[in-house]
T-cell receptor, first 116, second 115 residues
Framework: ETGVTQTPRHLVMGMTNKKSLKCEQH?????MYWYKQSAKKPLELMFV???????ENNSVPSRFSPECPNSSHLFLHLHTLQPEDSALYLC???????????????FGPGTRLTVL | AQTVTQSQPEMSVQEAETVTLSCTYD???????LFWYKQPPSRQMILVIR??????QNATENRFSVNFQKAAKSFSLKISDSQLGDAAMYFC????????????FGTGTKLQVIP
């Protein structure tokens, strides 16, 4: 596979469920991102991992928990979500040099999450 | 904080015609990057074109070109010879040149191509 892949593509869960979203990048990048995309709103950056270390958490509720075991894989663990968390969750990756001057972000196809 | 504004929620263009999507941004930085991303109905966001702020020359990629007006903080996308496959959501995005790569996106413009 090439590029950035995400699984599952669709997910329906109840408010008491625990689930995980998976992202894998095959581009040799060293930075990965989680975004939330809701209708009629700009993409919201949730988490950034540079060199496997979390460098940004944009005040995301603790019911979202990221995990980055290596530079190719990124997970988003979901627990006790609310209906307003229903959205498209996009993963992206980029190549960042050590000075923080990176380039274009490449996106996965997204996971369409519905919370009942 | 940087902001990106796309004032056209929806646009339509006749096939083979030219359309321009507008984008303005607000920043106090002098060095940064600007992007146009395309998100077709299949949802895979892909890069259309990018522009470095320090370059005066407007970026072009085949049928896609930008009009970058740094003083006016304007970054419009021109699509020439529009094709049915150009129908998608188009997002304008901004990124500073230093620090970690935080990208700010606009709300998007939905482009419809009429056969």
């Amino acid at each position: 596979e090439t590029g950035v892949t995400q699984t599952p593509r669709h997910l329906v869960m109840g408010m008491t469920n625990k689930k995980s979203l998976k992202c894998e990048q095959h581009l040799g990048h060293n930075a990965m991102y989680w975004y939330k995309q809701s209708a009629k709103k700009p993409l919201e950056l949730m988490f950034v991992y540079n060199f496997k270390e979390q460098t940004e958490n944009n005040s995301v509720p603790s019911r979202f928990s990221p995990e980055c075991p290596n530079s190719s894989h990124l997970f988003l663990h979901l627990h006790t979500l609310q209906p307003e968390d229903s959205a498209l969750y996009l993963c992206a990756s980029s190549q960042e040099d050590s000075g923080g001057v990176g380039d274009t972000q490449y996106f996965g196809p997204g996971t369409r999450l519905t919370v009942l | 904080a940087q902001t990106v504004t796309q004032s056209q929620p929806e646009m339509s263009v006749q096939e083979a015609e030219t359309v321009t999507l507008s984008c303005t941004y607000d920043t106090s930085e002098s060095d940064y990057y600007l992007f146009w991303y395309k998100q077709p109905p299949s949802r895979q966001m892909i890069l259309v074109i990018r522009q470095e702020a320090y370059k005066q020359q407007n970026a072009t990629e085949n049928r896609f070109s930008v009009n970058f007006q740094k003083a006016a903080k304007s970054f419009s996308l021109k699509i020439s010879d529009s094709q049915l496959g150009d129908a998608a959501m188009y997002f304008c995005a901004y990124r500073t040149s230093g620090g970690y790569q935080k990208v700010t996106f606009g709300t998007g413009t939905k482009l419809q191509v009429i056969p």
